[in-house]
């Protein structure tokens, strides 16, 4: 960051984090809080760029004297609150929304999904074979990516940055009510008669994969995505001139996925659709 | 409607070096080594028969930094000229020339962030929601915290969908426009008269200069509502922060320099300079066409942005370089395309850039090079220029297959890293460039990009804060940065309100500047005023663009109001001749109720379906030598049903 006007200096604010004293600036959260003490909290629906949405519930935590437990991700530090992080009940509800989300969402795709699975004894198949909540085929309606809302968790994270937190677009919403409750384009139309612009910045904030780019769709259907494989380097745009930053994920020596680095002060996480998939023209090699 | 699928052409990535052995013969495939010994040989007989200004370099503003160093230095110690220029000159440099008449430095003024902070954004001849989407991203941050927007432009965008207020000013009267906002702002009594004293000089001649810019004046020649104008006016003076954004639809001009001057007299009138959230911001096109400029890789300045006048600065290069450096400016790239035309300029050496799609009135262009003596192209294409050359030399893409840095439109010098192997015998531009001079008795050894950066660190004081490992610390820094411990200012100017005059550097000129209307008239024969641009999802000449599968893609129209089109009696799709006095091309029709009647929008995009730069005028700015490609005057005509293609 270069040196700007930082306003009013934060008074911190001093709290129990699981019996240690925890001090952070006026305005952290809960889960600000735990990742600075090097706590790993699960979560989903929260990401580093957006306002939380508070829709997953997975990084629920017991705070003191409240008659629910808070998400960590939106919930703020205050002054003198006991929080415990690790207790029976708060490790019981996250168990329950894992088997919910296992249960009716394909969660394969989903990074360390099966790692929390794991850690805190869900059992997914709990609800049996009916509880799959969407059940259709990936949707390819263009060359740039795929929606594949069987791996929807409704985070809502693709509907805030496209509309008005960052892209502005408002190609995505959320149609339906309550169980029916699905993110679609206006009208459920193909993406190819929506506002989209293709700009891959919900792809982006996916957390589970129901977005992704075609070229990692594709080679994940051929077998031949392998992340281990890859290389990620940050450079910068060839396009215009304001000069974003893309992180290159290249595999055998082609590109196959282009992501932003979230903490850039140019772009915070979001490109358009030059700089996501304008790549092509160096790798027509023959 | 359903959108036809035509596929653009795509290239494929040269892989070995070309050469041929006479003009009327194809291209065959050469050893590096012979490919070299050409390009060099000819570059010596070039300035053996016809002296150092028979050789011109065309550097790439999509290159690193460190290239356009490499570049501008091979063609001031090498070939002894100043000849070095870039495709800066078909876009910004009037920017650059404006910024540096009225504040001695070429760059924008503000960082992308404090048009999140400001009060009141006006972004003039520029479709940012389009041309530079992340920049606007941070102008919507700007608005939703309370920022309001206005938009000048001749089409109503989809900028202008987010605006305040859309003022659809006729093509090519931004000057009246931008004189009766400043006689309104005087006559109101809103200008900066603290700010206008101390730190500005000129100011009773401006305000002689725009008096007869009255509003209801200004409304007739301009087209836009005298209230409107007004409104603009007072909303810029009476901001407590306003940042000013311009783009090519300022600088595409003949008196593109002008234009850009009669912005910034704006922001001497009200004060929205050298603030934190002030400035005057130009967005640059290209990805590192501001860096290109700072290299050096322009014929009048030197590395650091040093003007080659001062007798200071030439010493400093000369006892580095160990070479005398001409005390003259070299040719901008309209004067080496002039002076092709007569013969003066023999070579030259192309990198990157595409001249004979990207120029105006590219026929003209095409004729042009096709009379050099000596071509070299160096490009990681066989682009249209390539096909013309003698020898060509397969490049790296700069931003995926080398390591060095670009310079962004916020001035911010940031790190590109190699991501791919280069194909086939592929080189590294510098590596190229390197044994081109060797071959002429220059012997440089660079042990990488970084070597090079720091050689330009120790003489451009603007640059040399920027280690390498603090630009990867920092993710980029923002020039000027002089020093290797203190964090650079996000601004530029802040010395304008010093109180001390001493702090306060030389007083910021007012540029006089007069109303020139377009060059290329409309009139009976020809009654459209064409204006060009870009969309959303493609790239220039689509070299670059047109390597991917965007679902948006139309191919090239030429794009109609819906009132147009009736009165023409066409429909979408239709293809018809489209005229100017320069050229002809056929295009099918797209109606777009963002024009106006008597506005046409086309672009560059598709030169090998619909070659746009056939229409266009070269007149140029006479300061800058940026083409008028945003005013052409054409004609439409149906094409006899015969000739309809089904």
Not at chain 1, 30 to 56: E, F, H, S, V, Y
Not at chain 1, 75 to 81: F, I, L, P, S, T
Request: a negative charge; charged letters at 25%; one cysteine or more.
């Amino acid at each position: 960051m270069t040196a700007i006007p930082l306003g009013v200096p934060r008074r911190l604010v001093e709290f129990t984090l699981d019996g240690q004293e925890a001090r952070v600036p006026e305005g952290a959260t809960i889960l600000d809080a735990c990742r600075a003490a090097g706590k790993d909290i699960p979560t989903l629906c929260q990401g580093d760029t957006l306002t939380p949405k508070n829709a997953c519930r997975v990084c629920v935590v017991e705070v003191e004297g409240a008659r629910t437990l808070a998400p960590a991700c939106s919930r703020k530090a205050e002054a003198g609150m006991e929080v415990r992080t690790d207790t029976e009940r708060a490790r019981h509800s996250r168990k329950v929304v894992l088997e919910l989300l296992a249960s009716s969402v394909n969660l394969s795709t989903t990074p360390r999904a099966a790692e929390w699975i794991k850690e805190y004894e869900a059992k997914p198949d709990r609800f049996g074979p009916d509880a799959a909540r969407v059940d259709e085929e990936p949707r390819v309606d263009n060359d740039l990516y795929v929606r594949d809302y069987d791996k929807c968790i409704l985070c809502y994270k693709c509907v805030d940055a496209c509309g008005d937190q960052w892209q502005n677009t408002f190609a995505i919403s959320v149609v339906g009510r309550g169980f029916d409750a699905r993110i679609a384009v206006e009208h459920d139309a193909p993406l190819t008669d929506s506002a989209c612009v293709y700009c891959g910045n919900c792809v982006e904030v996916c957390p589970t994969g129901a977005l992704s780019f075609k070229s990692e769709f594709d080679m994940r259907a051929a077998g031949t995505w392998n992340e281990a494989e890859q290389t990620e380097t940050t450079t910068v745009c060839a396009y215009c001139g304001v000069g974003c930053n893309l992180t290159l994920h290249v595999q055998d020596n082609e590109i196959v996925k282009v992501t932003s680095p979230h903490d850039n002060p140019v772009t915070h996480g979001n490109l358009c659709i030059k700089g996501r998939f304008g790549y092509q023209h160096v790798q027509n090699r023959d | 409607m359903k959108k036809r699928d035509r596929t653009p052409k795509t290239y494929t990535r040269l892989t070995h070096p070309l050469v041929r052995d006479a003009r009327d013969e194809p291209f065959r495939r050469a050893t590096w080594d012979e490919a070299l010994a050409r390009a060099a040989d000819g570059f010596r007989r070039t300035r053996e028969a016809h002296g150092p200004d028979a050789f011109a370099m065309l550097s790439c503003a999509r290159a690193t930094n460190e290239m356009n160093y490499v570049a501008q230095k091979f063609t001031r110690v090498v070939m002894g000229t100043n000849n070095v220029d870039s495709c800066n000159r078909t876009c910004h440099a009037p920017s650059v020339a404006g910024l540096s008449a009225a504040f001695g430095s070429g760059g924008g003024t503000s960082s992308y962030e404090e048009v999140e902070h400001t009060d009141l954004v006006v972004m003039w001849g520029s479709n940012a929601r389009f041309a530079h989407p992340i920049f606007f991203q941070h102008v919507l941050k700007g608005i939703r915290n309370g920022a309001r927007m206005y938009a000048v432009d001749p089409r109503r965008t989809s900028t202008a969908e987010w605006a305040e207020s859309w003022l659809g000013l006729n093509v090519g009267t931004d000057i009246p426009l931008a004189h009766a906002v400043g006689r309104e702002i005087i006559h109101a009594g809103l200008h900066n008269k603290a700010f206008i004293e101390r730190a500005t000089t000129g100011f009773d001649e401006y305000a002689e200069l725009v008096e007869p810019w009255t509003l209801s004046l200004a409304e007739k020649v301009t087209g836009v509502p005298a209230a409107a104008i007004r409104d603009l006016a007072h909303a810029y003076a009476t901001a407590e922060r306003a940042q000013l954004c311009w783009t090519l639809g300022i600088t595409e001009h003949h008196n593109g320099t002008d234009n850009v001057r009669a912005l910034i007299n704006l922001s001497l009138l009200t004060g929205h300079v050298g603030r934190y959230g002030s400035g005057v911001q130009p967005l640059r096109g290209q990805n590192n066409v501001q860096g290109g400029g700072d290299m050096g890789a322009i014929p009048n300045r030197l590395p650091g942005f040093q003007d080659i006048l001062d007798a200071a600065h030439r010493v400093k290069f000369e006892r580095a370089w160990g070479a005398a450096i001409q005390p003259r400016y070299g040719m901008t790239l309209t004067d080496m395309f002039e002076a092709m035309e007569h013969g003066e300029l023999r070579a030259v050496y192309c990198i990157g850039e595409n001249p004979a799609q990207s120029e105006a009135d590219s026929e003209q262009a095409i004729r042009r090079l096709a009379a050099l003596d000596h071509l070299v192209v160096q490009d990681i294409f066989l682009t249209k220029t390539a096909e013309m050359a003698d020898v060509v030399l397969p490049a790296t893409a700069a931003w995926a297959e080398t390591d060095g840095t670009t310079t962004n439109s916020e001035r911010r010098v940031q790190r590109v890293r190699a991501a791919l192997t280069p194909p086939g015998e592929a080189r590294e531009d510098i590596d190229i460039i390197c044994e081109v001079a060797a071959r002429l008795g220059h012997d440089w050894k660079f042990a990488d990009s970084e070597a090079v950066w720091n050689e330009l660190r120790a003489l451009s004081p603007d640059h040399f804060g920027m280690t390498y490992d603090r630009l990867e610390e920092h993710q980029g820094l923002q020039w000027p940065c002089p020093d290797l411990e203190v964090l650079p200012s996000s601004f530029l100017h802040g010395r304008l309100w010093e109180s001390d005059p001493a702090l306060r550097g030389p007083a910021a000129p007012f540029g006089l500047v007069a109303h020139d209307p377009p060059v290329d008239l409309t009139d009976e024969s020809f009654p459209i005023r064409l204006t060009t641009g870009r969309r959303l999802d493609s790239y220039n000449t689509g070299v670059q663009s047109g390597g991917y599968a965007s679902p948006l893609r139309r191919g090239e129209y030429i794009e109609l109001c819906p009132e147009d089109a009736e009165r023409y009696g066409v429909v979408v799709g239709e293809e018809v001749r489209v005229s100017s006095r320069r050229g002809v091309v056929v295009a099918p029709v797209w109606v777009d109720p963002a024009l106006r009647p008597g506005l046409a929008f086309m672009t560059m995009h598709f030169p090998d379906e619909v070659d746009t730069n056939q229409l266009t005028i070269e007149a140029n700015c006479p300061i800058a030598g940026t083409a008028e490609f945003k005013a052409s005057a054409i004609r439409i005509e149906k094409l006899p049903v015969a000739a309809v293609r089904s």
